[in-house]
């Protein structure tokens, strides 16, 4: 049973440092900033919660006029963690399930999150339910159940929540999405050129 709605972090706070000065969340795709399509996108699955930095910041205004929740990471230097920890603290009670998505992720589609969505069961045994590619190598997006959101509060550095994945890994489904979606990121000016090319 898919809970429904159901709730979407978008991690979107982290500094984009191997970008040489461009921000890669602010870059185009389909004619807007990577972040607002990421946000428009998750919006399909319920509601959206952005982890960003500390205002003023770019990014505020690429996700201006959508029903989206910012959520300011003061600590967002920390890591990963910190976004985390105070998005699952932000989340409403009596949340049972939450995906957890990376916004530089261009090629995920709003079906790709609706499958992995569709594949949640509150009445199974599992307690992860995070993306693959068609070849089985784990990705994202990765959907949370409520048992694991204490851990996740307490979360910190940069450990992006990767110990709570392997604590529960004997609890986790795997579904497979097309291609490499699941795992393609664009971190660096060389990724966003090759990747443009390939668009062509």
């Not at 969340?25 to 990421?38: A, C, T, Y």
């Not at 979360?155 to 990767?162: P, Q």
Request: aromatic share 4%.
């Amino acid at each position: 049973m898919t809970p429904s709605p159901l709730p979407v972090i978008l991690l979107a706070a982290g500094a984009s440092t191997r970008m040489r000065g461009r921000d890669k969340l602010m870059e185009d795709v389909g004619g807007q900033p990577l972040l607002r399509h990421q946000a428009r996108m998750t919006q399909s699955i319920g509601p959206v919660t952005v982890a960003l930095p500390p205002a003023p910041h770019p990014r505020y205004t690429a996700i201006s006029g959508l029903d989206v929740t910012a959520l300011p990471v003061p600590d967002a230097a920390e890591g990963m963690g910190a976004s985390l920890r105070r998005a699952f603290a932000a989340l409403p009670r009596g949340t049972a399930a939450a995906m957890v998505m990376l916004a530089d992720m261009p090629e995920l589609e709003a079906s790709d999150l609706a499958s992995l969505a569709a594949s949640v069961d509150l009445n199974s045994d599992t307690l992860i339910w995070r993306a693959a590619t068609e070849d089985g190598t784990p990705g994202h997006p990765i959907i949370f159940a409520a048992a694991l959101f204490d851990q996740l509060r307490q979360l910190s550095g940069d450990d992006g929540g990767r110990a709570v994945v392997r604590g529960a890994a004997s609890r986790m489904q795997l579904v497979p999405l097309s291609g490499q979606r699941a795992r393609l990121d664009l971190d660096t000016p060389e990724d966003w050129a090759a990747w443009r090319e390939q668009q062509r």
